[in-house]
């Protein structure tokens, strides 16, 4: 068994980069008078950024990504707003609608909560439009987006690891890791000795700083603590004993690492299968659709060994997460189907990449 680094390490956090003694500090918790620079998501998603812009202009060179060079950039950034925004939405409207439609607020102000599928159809729509408005087939743009979906997965989910989120089901595996225990909104979970159960919340106040306060919470996901339910309270002298006296952080039970396996699945795995479709790929969409069912596929695989987020549970024996993931996979079904009764042959497509053909007509200078 192994201990997550939060219940291991008092001074662990996902800050990959801080100031604070007169020197840098790596993974580290900052104080108040500290300056933390970014976290392990922040790292990730400037990763994946800079990653997508070098392979899209190095495809358009090669000529297989076929639009004029000045919208590589362009299409990226749209790419980008679709995740953001399509990924918020997809948190609220799969996850937890009630929190954040109850105050529209919370969709901005609130910065946790992504959910990758909310990010897939997120940029589906908007590049529907941005196809429109560029004149490019729409399945062609969604053929360059989804490598770095899979190029992404595997430093989101190292991400979620790193700071305790998304963990697995109970299990005796030798690599079985406890985990701090998550409540809504992946805030932390303390328990007194009593068995009564809290969630901390963090509330900025109007100087700029943040205070903390447990409100009263109910575990769903199974027991309670008295009932000898899958969680443990930490002793007295673990990290979060200085913060609140009455009442002791709470960690899991051994569980998987499902956040990498989900790294490896839909990360690397997939990234692999994608690239030797794409290197072979004759006709638009049919990336996209390789795409759509395998990521389908291999979620709906590694959900089983993921614990459902907090008041979700099951529907027909399935997770919320293989659901849609399911639902992906007949949405591929049909796009090969729709792929190869309507082909469109990439190299069809104009570009204004030199030594291509049909070249786009540059237009005459000023």
């Given at each position: ?112 909560g992504f959910t990758i599928h909310g990010m ?164 638009v969409g049919q990336l996209s659709a390789w ?8 979620r709906t695989i590694t959900e089983q060994f ?61």
């Amino acid at each position: 068994m192994i201990d997550h680094p939060y219940i291991s390490d008092p001074e662990f956090s996902t800050t990959v980069v801080s100031w604070f003694d007169g020197g840098l500090h790596f993974f580290k918790r900052v104080p108040d008078d500290g300056i933390a620079f970014f976290n392990v998501f922040h790292l990730a998603y400037s990763i994946i950024f800079g990653v997508a812009l070098w392979w899209c202009h190095r495809w358009w060179r090669k000529g297989t990504f076929r639009l004029r060079r000045r919208l590589v950039l362009d299409s990226v950034l749209v790419a980008v707003i679709g995740i953001v925004v399509g990924g918020r939405l997809g948190e609220a409207i799969f996850y937890q609608p009630e929190y954040f439609f109850s105050q529209p607020s919370r969709l901005v102000l609130n910065a946790s909560g992504f959910t990758i599928h909310g990010m897939i159809m997120g940029v589906i729509l908007l590049f529907k439009l941005w196809s429109w408005w560029i004149k490019r087939p729409w399945f062609h743009l969604l053929d360059q987006s989804v490598i770095f979906v899979a190029f992404g997965t595997p430093l989101g989910r190292i991400a979620n690891f790193l700071s305790g989120d998304l963990w697995g089901r109970e299990t005796d595996v030798p690599w079985a890791v406890r985990f701090p225990m998550r409540g809504p909104l992946f805030r932390k979970v303390m328990a007194n000795q009593q068995g009564e159960t809290f969630v901390v919340v963090s509330t900025e106040t109007p100087d700029g700083m943040y205070t903390n306060h447990l409100e009263a919470w109910k575990l769903d996901q199974g027991a309670t603590v008295l009932e000898g339910a899958p969680f443990e309270i930490m002793p007295v002298g673990t990290a979060d004993s200085r913060t609140f006296e009455m009442v002791q952080m709470m960690v899991t039970t051994p569980r998987h690492p499902s956040q990498l396996y989900q790294a490896i699945a839909e990360g690397l795995v997939l990234l692999v299968i994608l690239l030797v479709v794409r290197h072979k790929a004759k006709y638009v969409g049919q990336l996209s659709a390789w795409f759509l069912v395998c990521y389908g596929l291999l979620r709906t695989i590694t959900e089983q060994f993921r614990q459902p987020e907090p008041g979700l549970g099951y529907l027909f024996d399935l997770t919320r997460g293989q659901l849609l993931s399911l639902s992906m996979v007949v949405g591929g079904l049909v796009l090969f189907w729709f792929t190869y009764r309507r082909k469109l042959r990439i190299d069809s497509i104009a570009t204004d990449a030199p030594g291509f053909e049909p070249q786009i007509e540059k237009p005459e200078p000023a």
